[in-house]
């Protein structure tokens, strides 16, 4: 067996889901390592005190989809330090099947400091991009009407 130093010994992973996301914490930081929330803001905010009762200052997880935004946001607000790593870069190992599993996977890469978070555009980028792509629906739209006159 190899051991890897820690280089994040206070880090938490996540796997983020449309209906349940399953929160890793180091061990010895609560009686269960792993927890599941639902994806509710009620469940966000119990992530949030949960993942301060067992004092934890970076978090890893997933970029799920768009299920990842809101959980990422609430993070970075109460000032934890939030890797969102893409999905490739965890699924290498064949074998874990369960989200638990998934949570506890993340954790291990990021508190080993094996992960680097994706690149995410500033809100004037994303505002941009967003009013990009809408023109683009709209113009897709436009041609459309066009060709059933």
Not at 5 to 25: E, F
Not at 38 to 53: F, Q, S, V
Request: glycine residues 6%; aromatic residues 8%; charged residues 25%.
């Amino acid at each position: 067996m190899v051991t890897m130093p820690l280089v994040n010994p206070n880090a938490a992973g996540i796997d983020i889901g449309s209906t349940l996301h399953a929160v890793a914490v180091p061990e010895g930081r609560d009686i269960n390592r792993v927890k599941s929330f639902g994806a509710m803001t009620c469940d966000l905010k119990a992530i949030i005190e949960w993942l301060r009762y067992c004092k934890i200052d970076t978090v890893a997880m997933e970029s799920t989809g768009i299920y990842w935004k809101a959980l990422f946001r609430l993070l970075v607000r109460h000032g934890f330090e939030v890797y969102l790593v893409n999905a490739k870069e965890v699924r290498n190992v064949s074998g874990r099947k369960t989200d638990e599993d998934d949570a506890l996977w993340i954790q291990k890469l990021h508190s080993c400091g094996l992960l680097k978070s994706s690149y995410l555009p500033g809100d004037e980028q994303e505002t941009l991009r967003t009013m990009v792509r809408y023109k683009k629906s709209l113009i897709d739209d436009a041609s459309r009407f066009i060709f059933r006159l």
